[in-house]
Nanobody, 123 residues
Framework: QVQLVESGGGLVQPGGSLRLSCTAS????????MRWYRQAPGKERELVAA????????DYSDSVKGRSTISRDNVKNTVYLQMNSLKPEDTATYYC????????????????WGKGTLVIVSS
């Protein structure tokens, strides 16, 4: 019943920008912290960013810090990832994630994933 659907990926040149979106349903979105992960070919899945249920707290991996902004709209049940100054190493499939229990720092229970949206950074 929980559903996460990512969108906004595509092909972009180095230095360009993208805004990824994840629309959620099947749970009380405003109560859950949300996270973005990414996975490049041959690499482990990597946590990119997290946001608290109200949006007042955010955190980023070192690899995207300073270039990315996670935000959310609890009316639209949507979480966003704005990515600027994109690099070829940002090429990956980006996934939206939450869990049954998802505070900003505590996550537990069933894991929920979207199917991902592909970002390719290439000239």
């Amino acid at each position: 019943q929980v559903q996460l659907v990512e969108s906004g990926g595509g092909l972009v040149q180095p230095g360009g920008s993208l805004r990824l979106s994840c629309t959620a349903s099947g749970f009380t979105f405003s109560r859950n912290a949300m996270r973005w992960y990414r996975q490049a070919p041959g690499k482990e899945r990597e946590l990119v960013a997290a946001i608290s249920n109200t949006g007042d707290m955010t955190d980023y991996s070192d690899s995207v810090k300073g270039r990315s902004t996670i935000s959310r709209d609890n009316v639209k049940n949507t979480v966003y990832l704005q990515m600027n100054s994109l690099k070829p190493e940002d090429t990956a499939t980006y996934y939206c994630n939450t869990r049954e229990i998802a505070t900003f720092r505590v996550y537990a229970g069933k894991e929920y994933w979207g199917k991902g949206t592909l970002v390719i950074v290439s000239s």
